[in-house]
């Protein structure tokens, strides 16, 4: 059904990935698909926030997510043959869905937060990726 899979992941809490991580699993061994596993650190915010930190931090940061999402993915996919890892930086949801057109994604797995009056007002980043992706989106509590 699915030949390319997108599977977002936190890697500050990797603990509420776990469920969405076991449904791409499941579907990616269902269907022999290609898993993606991506992690986006999110950016500044604003440039003038980003100019207090020096070039190296950036690198050290994506460094770090790097190492991170290597080793979480190692303990949870290492059985799977078509696995691959993606970190980057940046606007989370926009990334993602660039993500999704970049390795031809079928579906995308997001994992979704416990709503909070904010996320209502302003939009989480699984609510903006369901509503702007061409792919179908699976939203994992």
Do not use: C
Request: aromatic letters at 6%; zero cysteines.
């Amino acid at each position: 059904m699915f030949k390319t899979l997108l599977l977002t992941v936190d890697v500050n809490d990797l603990k509420g990935s776990e469920r969405p991580a076991a449904v791409a699993k499941t579907m990616a061994e269902r269907d022999d698909a290609e898993l993606h596993i991506m992690n986006v650190v999110p950016d500044y915010g604003m440039s003038i926030v980003g100019s207090f930190f020096s070039a190296d931090h950036n690198k050290a940061i994506l460094q770090e997510a790097k190492v991170a999402l290597e080793t979480w993915a190692g303990e949870r996919f290492a059985d799977l043959q078509k696995v691959r890892l993606h970190v980057d930086q940046g606007t989370i949801y926009d990334l993602v869905l660039k993500e999704a057109e970049n390795v031809s994604a079928d579906a995308i797995i997001v994992g979704a937060h416990k709503s909070q009056l904010k996320d209502y007002l302003i939009g989480p980043n699984a609510a903006r990726i369901s509503r702007h992706a061409k792919q179908s989106v699976f939203v994992v509590r």
